[in-house]
């Protein structure tokens, strides 16, 4: 070995240190796919920003005691306001914790110990027979870095100095540079099988993502969902509104007409029952208005100190024509790429697949190699023996070979068995919520269908029961008609024009439904949040 041995010693802690872990784990970072679906529906926009109202804008939807509110704007509040989202937005920082904690396992780390001793002791003259003291004086500074690899190396380069004197013997200083590394070479070896912890704890983290996708579209159909049935609740209340005046209109020209003497005094009780069940109707329309606006203004949060007592005045208006309706097959394969609990399911497949990695190294016996390497110099003080590192044949070289392995292995196979079970119950799991999630793509889209057609059939029975009820009128003025005719041939009008406002909700509530199953409300509405796309997995390509 030649003179400057140390360094050589530097130089291979450098070749195998911190920057080849570095890239190792850099590569496993995930990323989200940027190319659009195959097979999505044209109508499906680019995700981008939605736009979001602040507080300073609240001044400019209404008065104080009054908001103006569109779905497009009620949603954006929510999405800003909605404290639950606030907490639910934390989860995927929590769950980034985790993976930069198992990061850190492969982070080299610095130590240094400084310590001093001393002895003394009685020692017998060989020479003389007789007993005399000696004192041992001993300081001793040990510093290096050490750092664990992802290929199942351990290195650790240190620098140690040494200071012994002796009553009996003259101060000596001593100063070693020595690596030693130690190597799996069975259980423990590999890049596959170290690096489990951190892609699981990954993997977590983009569940977590999932997680927070599905509960912003649970959140922005909810939203959408009640302002449809708050706003239907006020155009019901229209409607009851204007039956109860035509209904009171006409009890009082009946009893006008009975004063008269042109009708007879019992057909004043249909038209007064018909007048006071319109009145229990509008009663009851106005206490569900009222609980939807509450529920409204809870989902949005608008922070101002009325909350609860603000009049909601909604202002987009009902689109009375039905969009057609791709073939169930392109919702089927939008589904198939962003329900979000698809993604998480495949995610806890590659967890999954992580621990059957795992258990198989730990079927493996332990077999690790050991080697030291320094060099020493010696001298009266510390910066002799500093600079005579480089001086004479004083080296350490030592290897060693250690072997563990259990009897049996019980608990080994016992994990890998379990492991594997689970990844077959993972598997089966998606197989079955794949199944799931394509009939639930099938119902919504029946049933936006069936919204889609009963808002032409509805407008067809208002005309038909308009009609009735002015040929039940014209033939009540001559007299051949009764005012319970009327009364009833009213109540069918009304609940002809009722239903037409419950087909026009029914629509737009079920394609909320038909684009929470398809995985594609969020994109359609420009909310951008993680999870949009399956993820991609590095390890697995």
């Known amino acids: 070995m030649s003179r400057p041995r140390y360094q050589y010693i ?4 450098l070749l195998i240190g911190s920057a080849p872990a570095s890239a190792w784990l850099d590569a496993q970072t995930l990323a989200w796919p940027e190319q659009p679906l195959p097979g999505a529906p044209d109508h499906t926009p680019a995700t981008r920003s939605a736009p979001v109202a602040t507080n300073d804008d609240l001044a400019a939807l209404g008065t104080r005691n009054r908001l103006e509110l569109s779905v497009e704007t009620a949603v954006g509040m929510a999405l800003e306001n909605n404290p639950s989202l606030a907490a639910q937005r934390l989860q995927p920082l929590i769950a980034g914790t985790f993976a930069a904690v198992e990061r850190a396992v492969f982070d ?3 130590f240094a110990r400084i310590e001093t001793s001393r002895e003394v002791a009685e020692r017998v003259s060989e020479d003389i027979q007789q007993n005399f003291a000696v004192r041992n004086d001993t300081e001793r500074a040990r510093a290096g870095i050490r750092q664990t690899l992802p290929t199942g190396t351990e290195l650790e380069l240190s620098l140690t100095q040494d200071l ?5 013997s003259p101060r ?5 540079v020595g690596l030693t590394l130690t190597q799996a070479l069975l259980n423990g070896f590999g890049i ?7 892609r699981q704890a990954r993997a977590d983290t983009l569940a977590s993502a999932y997680e927070l996708r599905a509960f912003v579209t649970a959140l922005v159909a909810d939203v959408e969902a009640t302002y449809w049935d708050y706003l239907g609740a006020r155009r019901r209340i229209d409607i009851l509104e204007n ?3 035509v209904a009171e209109q006409q009890s009082r020209e009946a009893r006008l007409r009975i004063e008269a003497g042109t009708v007879a005094r019992v057909e004043q009780a249909a038209f007064a029952a018909e007048a006071a069940r319109r009145r229990q109707d509008l009663i009851d329309g106005r206490a569900e208005a009222d609980r939807l606006r509450i529920r409204l203004l809870q989902l949005i949060s608008a922070p101002d100190g009325l909350r609860y007592e603000r009049a909601v005045e909604p202002s987009t208006d009902v689109i009375t024509d039905a969009a057609p309706l791709d073939a169930p097959s392109d919702y089927v394969a939008l589904a198939e790429r962003r329900r979000p609990e698809l993604n998480q399911a495949r995610l806890d497949i590659a967890r999954n697949e992580l621990d059957v990695v795992a258990t198989r190294n730990g079927l493996l016996p332990r077999l690790d190699l050991f080697v030291t390497l320094g060099q020493t110099g010696f001298a009266r003080h510390y910066g002799g023996a500093y600079e005579n590192l480089d001086g004479g044949d004083t080296y350490d070289l030592s290897g060693a070979l250690e072997f563990e392995y259990p009897l049996g292995n019980r608990a080994g196979h016992a994990l890998d068995r379990r492991a594997k079970a689970s990844l077959r119950q993972a598997w089966a799991s998606l197989d079955n919520l794949q199944r799931v999630i394509e009939a639930e793509v099938r119902y919504a889209l029946i049933e936006a269908e069936r919204a889609a057609a009963q808002i032409e059939a509805t407008a067809a029975t208002v005309r038909l029961q308009h009609d009735t009820l002015a040929a039940e009128q014209a033939r009540f003025d001559v007299g051949r008609s009764t005012g319970l005719l009327v009364a009833q041939a009213q109540r069918d009008l009304l609940a002809a024009e009722l239903d037409r406002i419950d087909a026009f909700i029914a629509y737009r509530q079920a394609l909320i439904d038909l684009h929470v199953a398809d995985g594609s409300l969020l994109t359609r509405r420009l909310v951008d949040t993680p999870g949009e796309l399956p993820p991609a997995l590095p390890w697995r390509d």
């Open 10 to 13: 530097l130089a291979c802690a």
């Open 108 to 110: 080299p780390s610095v």
């Open 164 to 168: 012994s004197e002796s009553s009996r």
């Open 172 to 176: 000596q200083a001593s100063t070693r």
């Open 192 to 198: 596959a099988s170290n690096l489990v912890a951190l």
């Open 243 to 245: 039956a109860l005046n």
